[in-house]
């Protein structure tokens, strides 16, 4: 069980109290983090995160690259795979949307590099 965060903030309900996660919800919350920090930029962890900022939209192959550092970011999660990476560059960054695996649930992270 975990709790559910969104925007660096603790999720809340009608009463003021957190949220929890469970399944593969909580799952797709700690695959997203692990996306969306650099990797070695989090202090207490630097083998935490990804090199996915360091796509350029210009890359070949940036769907197969784009793979290859999401599953090497979530590969200290047992029982999580990253199935495919839709990359779409936009003017400024790039929108990724991610098919995860785990326990035979399907569910999809979309991050903003």
């Not at 965060?5 to 003021?16: A, E, N, P, Q, T």
């Not at 990804?50 to 970011?73: F, G, P, Q, T, V």
């Amino acid at each position: 069980m975990d709790t559910a965060i969104k925007g660096g903030d603790f999720l809340k309900d009608s009463r003021g109290m957190p949220i929890t996660l469970e399944g593969i919800d909580e799952i797709l919350q700690r695959v997203k983090i692990r996306l969306d920090i650099e990797k070695g930029t989090f202090l207490y962890d630097e083998n935490l995160g990804s090199h996915l900022h360091s796509l350029k939209s210009d890359m070949e192959n940036l769907n197969d690259i784009a793979l290859s550092y999401a599953r090497e970011a979530i590969a200290p999660m047992c029982g999580v795979e990253i199935e495919s990476v839709e990359v779409i560059p936009t003017n400024s960054s790039m929108e990724l949307t991610l098919t995860v695996l785990s326990d035979n649930e399907y569910g999809e992270v979309a991050i903003k590099v």
